[in-house]
Every structure is written in C-alpha cells, then in structure tokens.
C-alpha cells in the first residue's frame, strides 16, 4: 500500500494548458490489441489519441478533453499518439466519436477543450517498468486527471528530478537503489501530492490513498451546442 500526503500549492497557468476551446475535425478508429504510445489501457472505451504536436512528447497522456460535434459534448481520456493527425485533428474510439456524431459519416467537425480536474474514479496509482532495478527506474503515474508538469523522487536529502520519457514513463538512472521509494507529483496547475512507500515491484499498480484534487474542485462535463459552421467565401462575378 502506498501512503500518499496532497499539498495543496497555488494554482498557476502554464503553456501546456490551452485558454479557451479549440475547432477541429474528429476520426474514429479501432485500437490494436495492448496500449498505446501512452502505455495506457483504454479503459471505459472513452479515448482519443491526438496529433504528434499536442501529444507533445507523452505531455498529454492520461489527460482529459471534452470534444463537441452534431450531437453533443463527450469526455475522453487522452491514450495514443495519431501520427498520420495534423493540429486540430483528433482520432477517437468508435464508442466515443457515436456520441457526438453518425459513425457512419467518419469525420465531423468538433470543438475541444482541455478539461481541469476531470472526474477520476480512483486515487493516484504507479506502476513500476519491466526492467527497472537498483541502478535504473522507471516509473508511471496513473488516474492523475490533468496532465503532468513534473515527477520527482527522494534521494537522500535531496529531491531530484525524473525525465519524461516518450512512452508515459518516468525515468530515475541515477541508482535509485532498492527502495521503498518516495515520489512526488505536480501537475500543470501546481496541484501537487507526495506519495512513500512504492516498492520495487514491475508490473504491478501501486494504489495510492490521495488525490491530486479533491471531489469539490471536478469540473463537470458541459453539453454545449457546436458553433454553426463558418460561411463557405462567395465565388467571385465575372461580366
């Protein structure tokens, strides 16, 4: 069992995290067998894999957006990369893309936002890489909600930073040592926790008791209405 303690920390706005919705078209797609380029499972069936630009290196995985079309508004869970996507461009399971539109039309144009403190089911959870040892470790951090600004482990007296790797993982390669290891996680608001107690154990999800963000700071999905189209330039007049 992992004990965590939340800190709560002033909310600041950084450049990962977008003012305002953003306008574009929405794909659907059937995912291959194991996870994404997140390492993640697509869980509850809705998710969206996003272009290489806001995938931005795994920056937005585990990360939540509202997309909007012709028949309404659906939460999904980022969980891949689309690499054939350009900006605006994003592909979401066959479950999600039925909510906002036909399945059968394939593409529709959308609005998206970036949501703040999605609802999560379960507290701070990590997993701990296959090939992770006393001299290298890698770590990922599940059910954060928002996406990740930084991960950071105790060494010594010493807090030290882990790189983000491009599959979802957080890397330590400075002997790390046997543990039980103590990390703490900030997201891209400053909210931040501070978890002890994850054993060297890969492979398997280390629960922890404490969340980023308390229940009365979830933002609600919003069923908005898709703005009208813009007008198609008039064709000009010849004499």
């Known amino acids: 069992m992992v004990v965590a303690v939340a800190v709560a920390v002033q909310v600041t706005r950084t450049v990962a995290c977008a003012d305002g919705p953003e306008n574009g078209r929405a794909y659907f797609y059937e995912p291959q067998a194991g996870p994404g380029n997140c390492s993640l499972e697509a869980a509850g069936q809705l998710f969206v894999s996003v272009s290489a630009g806001e995938y931005a290196g795994s920056q937005a995985c585990g990360g939540y957006l509202d997309v909007t079309g ?12 689309c690499v054939k996507c350009g ?36 507290p701070l959870g990590f997993r701990v890489k296959a090939g992770s040892s006393v001299y290298w470790l890698a770590v990922q951090v599940l059910d954060h909600g928002n996406p990740l600004r930084s991960v950071r ?3 010594g007296g010493h807090w030290r930073d882990l790189r983000r790797g491009g599959d979802n993982y957080w890397v330590f ?7 039980p290891f103590t990390l703490r996680v900030t997201d891209v608001f400053g909210q ?13 999800v280390q ?12 933002t609600p999905i919003t069923q908005r209405a898709l703005p009208a189209a813009p007008a198609a330039p008039e064709s000009p007049m010849f004499c």
């Open 70 to 81: 012709p028949r309404g508004t659906v939460r999904v869970q980022v969980v891949d990369q």
């Open 87 to 122: 900006k605006g461009e994003l592909d979401l399971s066959r479950p999600a893309f039925s909510k906002i539109a036909q399945p059968g039309v394939g593409v529709t144009r959308v609005v998206y936002d970036r949501v703040r403190n999605p609802q999560v089911d379960k």
């Open 153 to 155: 482990i105790r060494d």
């Open 173 to 179: 390669e400075h002997f790390p040592g046997a543990g």
């Open 192 to 204: 931040r926790a501070t978890a002890t107690g994850v054993v060297l154990a890969p492979g398997r």
């Open 207 to 218: 629960r922890s008791i404490k969340r980023l963000y308390g229940q009365n700071a979830v």
